[in-house]
């Protein structure tokens, strides 16, 4: 296995990537109007958006994409997905009751940046319909029912603050109270900045409840999802009793930049990809978007939830 | 050559002046008499120094944490414990010489203390990485603070670090991993912990190590969730913005006392530890007696059932969308299951 040698040649260099790092290949175009084809086929095609895949540049109608859970029809490229667009992919309808829907983060530092932190936050609650970066609740999956938290990279990179961290220790503790399992789908871009160390607090306020949660031997599954990186990789999202990630999604502590900055070393290829982590032995296994049900309804069943009971109780 | 930070100039400038008159050459031979002159500049370096030193920037306490000169873990151990045996590896792949580890004494009380190490020259640096530990050093870290607790050993962990190491390596044999089960499992540990950042407490490689019923912070020490330069270059877009930065993230033992995200604050010598270094290591092993002595006096259950309210109850937020409603510090939570 290659390693690197114990040597620093830059110092002061922060070792988390910025809470809002926009992920490195989510860049696929919106155009309003399908481009002009070779062939006559255009009047079948109704108007609508178009998205094209980053990956292999094939032109996707909105509506398709949706009904694929936002997975390249042609190469299986994950394109991002809204916390509600998963939650409704994985939970029964009508069966998810969010927790603490309103719960919003508040300027704890009065944060003087070039902008401020509540400006930040009213702008992202309007452009994202959302009140923070993750929405928390317990929900039935099949027969299972199951305590979930889903990150929403789209609001703040999915930084962790104090309402990522309340909700989610919340979560974790009502599973622990009642008895669930417990899935945590995340993408973040770790701490979030804004809230200095009330922020990195939360690493220790999760793991410490997850601590608890596994000494009841109730089980936890991490779904690592384009990207998850930092703060809260170095926490929750890499405590689960199986880490499952997605296909393609980059996963790491540091951000690719600050280790190139910091080792003047080239990267290896994929450096930092779920194949890189599955390959490196630190991920169960990978899990396109539209499995992941399935294994998640199959691997809970070997994780000790009784199926009947469980069904019995919800 | 004394290392002299950039807002220190007046005392060194009076410091100079004062030396110059007190080394006059002529004074004597001319009959000068300069008592006077030099009582006068020694009370105004004394004021000088005073000042500067209290009402120092979030900023120019970075420096002071970062100084080349300032006392590092191992001169705590060696200062204020007795009897250090160093232990060494995390037993998987190596032994990082950025996190230092062992048995020693503190006070007669047979302790486990761990720490990050800087080193102090070009050589000493490189076998330490600047401080910065790799996975192995946080797996190391726990395989010690695991011992500690079979065997009853209170745990005790100097913080001074500007991070954990970033590079490939470190990514490979997975840091995040190392961290998060350090956190998880440090909430676990049936014996009393206390962590003290004594210079830098950097993000998640500080924390890594700093989950304790009780956490300490030197008066000039720093405690953030990124350095004001990454914070500057991310938000301002500008590395010139570095003092800023410092300022807004709130990172001063006296801000984080105030927020309650630490438990004490340990005085420093006048001008910072590097100053008085004999006195910064009495100062803290003062506060580390103290605080030992009131965990100690608590059941294990206690403990448990306190360190989890403790970080618990850390984040600020708003629960309803009432105009007006209160900016809730959350209550301390439901009891956690008591340890078997
Ligand atoms: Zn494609």
């Given at each position: 296995m290659?390693?690197?040698?114990?040597?620093?040649k830059?110092?002061?260099?922060?070792?988390?990537?910025?809470?809002?790092?926009?992920?490195p290949?989510?860049?696929?175009?919106?155009?309003?109007?399908?481009?002009?084809?070779?062939?006559?086929?255009?009047?079948?095609?109704p108007?609508?958006?178009?998205?094209?895949?980053?990956?292999?540049?094939?032109?996707?109608?909105?509506?398709?994409?949706?009904a694929?859970?936002?997975?390249c029809?042609?190469?299986?490229?994950?394109?991002?997905?809204?916390?509600?667009?998963?939650i409704?992919?994985?939970?029964?309808?009508?069966?998810?009751?969010?927790m603490?829907?309103?719960?919003?983060?508040?300027?704890?530092l009065?944060?003087?940046?070039?902008?401020?932190?509540?400006n930040?936050?009213?702008?992202?609650?309007?452009?994202?319909g959302?009140?923070?970066?993750?929405?928390?609740?317990?929900?039935?999956?099949?027969?299972?029912?199951?305590a979930?938290?889903?990150?929403?990279f789209?609001f703040?990179?999915?930084?962790?603050?104090?309402?990522v961290?309340?909700?989610?220790?919340?979560?974790?503790?009502?599973?622990?109270?009642?008895g669930?399992?417990?899935?945590i789908?995340?993408?973040?871009?770790?701490?979030?900045?804004?809230?200095?160390?009330?922020?990195?607090m939360?690493?220790?306020?999760?793991s410490?409840?997850?601590?608890?949660?596994?000494?009841?031997?109730?089980?936890?599954?991490?779904?690592?999802?384009?990207?998850?990186?930092?703060?809260?990789?170095?926490?929750?999202?890499?405590?689960?009793?199986?880490?499952?990630?997605?296909p393609?999604a980059?996963?790491?502590?540091?951000?690719?930049?600050?280790?190139?900055?910091?080792?003047?070393a080239?990267?290896?290829?994929?450096?930092?990809t779920?194949?890189?982590?599955?390959?490196?032995?630190?991920?169960?296994?990978?899990?396109?978007?539209?499995?992941?049900?399935?294994v998640?309804?199959?691997?809970?069943?070997?994780?000790?939830?009784?199926?009947?009971?469980?069904?019995a109780?919800? | 050559?004394?290392?002299?930070?950039?807002?220190?100039?007046?005392i060194?400038?009076?410091?100079?002046k004062?030396d110059?008159?007190?080394?006059?050459?002529?004074?004597?031979?001319?009959?000068?008499?300069?008592?006077v002159?030099?009582?006068?500049?020694?009370?105004?370096?004394?004021?000088t120094?005073?000042?500067?030193?209290?009402?120092?920037t979030?900023?120019?306490?970075?420096?002071?944490?970062?100084?080349?000169?300032?006392?590092?873990v191992?001169?705590?151990?060696?200062?204020?414990?007795?009897?250090?045996?160093?232990?060494?590896?995390?037993?998987?792949?190596?032994?990082?010489?950025?996190?230092?580890?062992?048995?020693?004494?503190?006070?007669?009380?047979r302790?486990m203390?761990?720490g990050t190490?800087?080193?102090?020259?070009?050589?000493e640096?490189?076998?330490?990485?600047?401080?910065?530990?790799?996975?192995?050093?946080?797996?190391?870290?726990?395989?010690?603070m695991?011992?500690?607790?079979?065997f009853?050993?209170?745990i005790?962990?100097?913080?001074?670090?500007?991070?954990?190491?970033?590079?490939?390596?470190a990514?490979?044999?997975?840091?995040?991993?190392?961290?998060?089960?350090?956190?998880?499992?440090?909430?676990l540990?049936?014996?009393?912990?206390?962590?003290?950042?004594?210079?830098?407490?950097g993000?998640?490689?500080?924390?890594g190590?700093?989950?304790?019923?009780?956490?300490?912070?030197?008066?000039?020490?720093?405690?953030?969730?990124?350095?004001?330069?990454?914070?500057?270059?991310?938000?301002?877009?500008?590395?010139?913005?570095?003092?800023k930065?410092a300022?807004?993230?709130?990172?001063?033992?006296?801000?984080?006392?105030?927020?309650?995200?630490?438990?004490a604050?340990?005085p420093?010598?006048?001008?910072?530890?590097?100053?008085?270094?004999a006195?910064?290591?009495?100062?803290?092993?003062?506060?580390l007696l103290?605080?030992?002595?009131?965990l100690?006096?608590?059941?294990?259950?206690?403990?448990?059932?306190?360190?989890y309210?403790?970080?618990?109850?850390?984040?600020?937020?708003?629960?309803?969308?009432?105009?007006g409603?209160e900016?809730?510090?959350?209550?301390?939570a439901?009891?956690?299951?008591?340890?078997a």
């Open positions: 290659a390693t690197t040698p114990f040597i620093k830059t110092l002061g260099l922060e070792t988390a990537e910025p809470a809002v790092t926009p992920p290949h989510n860049n696929a175009e919106k155009v309003l109007k399908k481009p002009k084809l070779a062939g006559g086929r255009k009047r079948d095609i108007e609508g958006l178009w998205n094209k895949c980053p990956k292999c540049s094939t032109l996707l109608y909105d509506k398709d994409l949706d694929n859970r936002k997975v029809i042609r190469c299986g490229y994950h394109f991002p997905i809204s916390a509600r667009e998963r409704n992919s994985l939970v029964e309808t009508c069966s998810f009751e969010e603490d829907a309103n719960m919003t983060s508040v300027d704890a009065q944060f003087t940046g070039v902008t401020s932190y509540s930040k936050l009213e702008s992202y609650q309007k452009s994202t959302l009140k923070d970066a993750v929405i928390t609740g317990i929900g039935r999956l099949a027969d299972y029912r199951l979930l938290g889903v990150m929403d789209s703040l990179g999915g930084s962790m603050g104090s309402v961290g309340e909700k989610l220790t919340r979560l974790i503790e009502a599973a622990t109270d009642k669930l399992p417990l899935v789908i995340s993408t973040s871009g770790g701490a979030r900045m804004y809230e200095g160390m009330f922020s990195l939360q690493m220790a306020k999760t410490g409840a997850l601590a608890y949660h596994a000494r009841k031997k109730l089980p936890y599954v991490s779904v690592l999802t384009h990207p998850t990186t930092a703060g809260v990789m170095a926490s929750y999202a890499s405590l689960g009793d199986l880490i499952i990630a997605e393609g980059m996963i790491g502590f540091a951000g690719p930049r600050v280790i190139k900055d910091t080792t003047q080239e990267l290896p290829p994929g450096f930092q779920a194949e890189f982590l599955l390959d490196h032995g630190l991920i169960d296994m990978i899990v396109p978007r539209n499995e992941m049900k399935a998640l309804c199959n691997v809970l069943d070997y994780l000790g939830v009784d199926r009947k009971r469980l069904a109780l919800g | 050559m004394r290392h002299q930070l950039d807002f220190e100039k007046p060194i400038e009076l410091r100079r004062l110059e008159l007190k080394k006059h050459p002529d004074a004597h031979a001319l009959g000068l008499n300069l008592e002159e030099i009582e006068q500049i020694e009370k105004r370096l004394e004021e120094r005073c000042q500067v030193y209290s009402e120092l979030a900023w120019q306490r970075v420096q002071i944490a970062r100084h080349p000169k300032r006392p590092f191992l001169d705590y151990i060696r200062g204020a414990f007795t009897g250090f045996v160093e232990l060494h590896g995390d037993r998987l792949f190596a032994d990082d010489r950025a996190m230092v580890g062992g048995f020693a004494q503190l006070n007669g009380h302790v203390v761990i190490q800087k080193g102090r020259d070009t050589k640096n490189i076998l330490r990485n600047f401080g910065s530990a790799h996975p192995e050093g946080y797996r190391k870290a726990l395989r010690l695991r011992l500690a607790d079979k009853g050993l209170p005790i962990t100097l913080i001074d670090t500007a991070g954990a190491y970033p590079g490939i390596g990514e490979e044999r997975h840091i995040a991993e190392a961290i998060a089960v350090n956190l998880r499992e440090m909430m540990l049936e014996v009393p912990i206390i962590a003290a950042v004594v210079g830098e407490g993000s998640g490689g500080a924390l190590i700093g989950v304790a019923d009780r956490v300490l912070i030197l008066e000039n020490a720093y405690y953030s969730v990124i350095s004001p330069e990454g914070c500057a270059s991310i938000l301002w877009k500008d590395r010139a913005a570095t003092a930065a300022e807004a993230l709130k990172i001063t033992a006296k801000e984080l006392k105030a927020f309650g995200l630490v438990d604050v340990v420093e010598p006048l001008g910072g530890a590097h100053n008085d270094p006195d910064a290591v009495a100062l803290l092993k003062v506060q103290i605080h030992l002595d009131e100690q006096k608590l059941s294990s259950g206690d403990r448990l059932r306190m360190r309210q403790k970080f618990r109850a850390f984040g600020l937020f708003q629960e309803n969308n009432a105009p409603s900016v809730a510090q959350p209550e301390a439901p009891t956690p299951a008591q340890p």
